[in-house]
């Protein structure tokens, strides 16, 4: 049964991104097969992170409304066997609710070792989304005033969680 990790922060320019998809190639490396789900809505960057810029057809929000099996959505990486992703649309679908979220989370658990979602930045609804089947998270912030602030309120946004890792 594999874990959902999910990689937020209070705030933008922090490396979640860069976390996400670093954690991502060292699990895969290790053998672990790995999806990672890119939930930053509008701003999505972790296919040309991992290298698989265009070549995600689907989106996370395609399986989560039942328009297509997690299985063909996700694309696999061609040089990190077990590694695979699942990118964001530009906009939430109307009638996407957390549980459809959770429905496949559930899914992703039983086919990959480790699931890593990127989070958008910030409190909202896009981070709601992204941490509401999640077993872990990574809290990523700077050194400045502003995002161990923003790291801190986050934290406590994710008091549900039995761990969170500030990093």
Do not use: E, W
Not at 50 to 59: E, I, K, T, V
Not at 76 to 96: F, I, R, Y
């Amino acid at each position: 049964m594999g874990v959902v990790i999910t990689v937020t922060s209070g705030k933008g320019g922090t490396g979640k991104t860069s976390i996400t998809g670093g954690v991502a190639a060292s699990l895969a490396l290790m053998g672990r097969r790995v999806l990672c789900i890119d939930m930053d809505i509008g701003l999505r960057n972790l296919d040309i992170s991992l290298g698989l810029s265009d070549r995600a057809l689907m989106d996370f929000t395609d399986v989560a409304m039942g328009y297509c099996p997690l299985a063909r959505a996700a694309v696999n990486h061609p040089a990190l066997p077990g590694l695979s992703l699942l990118t964001a649309p530009m906009s939430l679908p109307s009638g996407l609710t957390a549980s459809r979220i959770r429905a496949l989370l559930d899914t992703a658990r039983s086919l990959y070792d480790a699931i890593l979602i990127d989070s958008p930045a910030g409190l909202g609804v896009g981070f709601r989304m992204a941490a509401c089947g999640a077993d872990r998270a990574l809290v990523v912030a700077t050194s400045d005033t502003s995002s161990l602030r923003d790291a801190q309120r986050t934290v406590l946004a994710l008091a549900n969680l039995r761990q969170v890792h500030l990093v």
